[in-house]
């Protein structure tokens, strides 16, 4: 799963330039929000509240300059501070899971906890690769993660209704030359994916790019290649509840091609994505049924171009920013139980329904 994670790690360098338009925008639209926020919650406007990252993801800096929340994300009063000696005035100390279980970095339990501070476990990676929390249990009051029961849910991307329809998408239909696209770097037999993989290439021919067989794919030339696909394999590595990543909202949205999925349940998918966006593989009895179904929608014009008809109505905005996932805590803190321990942390983050 090392290669995997140092994919999400281009993915997020890549991702910081798009985040710096999206800021741009969303500062001029928040401004009424925040000034609600200011008048409802005397405690967020009396003080700033401070955040301590205990240590970066995956020993990458995390920007934190001036008034971080506030120029970037017009979150105000959340001061976000990376240096241990702010330990004693934190309100909340956030902790990396990578980094905790791979022995890298320590909690700092041999110091006592200041009253009223808050502990929050962050991590965006699927339960298979959060290793054992057992160590963890009666530590964190918060969780932060893709997932949606979490305290503090910062998915992959989420979406924005768009302010003038857009274009109707059809026009580009033409320029596609292969039916069905898939992208992997890290192929394992037994995950769920190949298997689906295999059987429907077995029935109509999958055009595989990616480090597994040599082709990779660099970020310039990812979403052009899968543009040429009707259908793109937005398979994830791990199929947990919740976990939709950037193989559904970037590689398939952005692309123009319809993403075929597998990871979470149908009803996770139903529940953040646009309606008739994608196709679950779970929506067949077979997978030669689902090899059909796709076979038939591309020789359908029409029928095929309803997939993309969302489109008009949404756009996708990329989450891929380690500051604003922290700003976040500030702007949620208000609405956080006043109390909460996550006694059985490692059975929280393994439970498979909602
Ligand atoms: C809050 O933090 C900002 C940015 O660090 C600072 O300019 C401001 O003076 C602080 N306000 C209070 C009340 O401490
Ligand atoms: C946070 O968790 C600690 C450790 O279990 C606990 O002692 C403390 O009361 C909790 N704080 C809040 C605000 O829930």
Known sequence: FHSETSDVHIFNICGKLLNIFWQKKRNVKNRTNVTVMLQ????????????LLWHYPF??????????????????????????????????????????IEGTQK???????????????????APPHNG???PFANIFN???????DADITVPYAELLPKEDEGRLVEDNLQEKTTLICWVVSNYKSHHKRSQVYSQ??????????????????????????????????????????????EKLWYNAYESGAVPVVLGASLSDYKAVAPPH????????????????YLQELAKDKKRYAEYLTWKQH????????WTERLCKICAEFDSLPQHKVYSDLEAWDKTTSA
């Open 40 to 51: 409802d919650h005397p405690f967020s406007s009396s003080r700033n509240m401070t955040i």
């Open 107 to 125: 909690l700092p339990t041999d110091q006592p906890r200041p009253r009223g501070q808050r502990w929050a476990w962050m991590s965006l990676e």
């Open 314 to 321: 949404w756009k996708v905005k990329q989450n891929r920013d």
């Open 200 to 245: 429907l290439n077995a029935i109509v021919p999958v055009k595989v790019y990616g480090r597994w067989i040599q082709t990779p794919l660099d970020s310039s030339g990812l979403l052009p290649t899968i543009s040429h696909c009707y259908f793109y394999l937005a398979f994830e590595n791990s199929v947990s509840k919740d976990y939709i990543t």
């Open 59 to 100: 020993g990458e800096s995390v920007s934190m300059n001036g008034d971080a929340c506030w120029d970037m994300y017009h979150i105000p009063h959340c001061r976000l501070v990376d240096q241990h000696s702010m330990f004693s005035s934190a309100d909340v100390v956030v902790f990396h899971n990578r980094e905790l």
């Open 277 to 292: 966006s994608f196709i679950h593989v779970d929506e067949f009895a077979s997978v030669r049924e689902l090899a059909n």
């Open 142 to 148: 918060i969780t932060i993660s893709y997932r949606r």
């Open 132 to 134: 054992n929390l057992d």
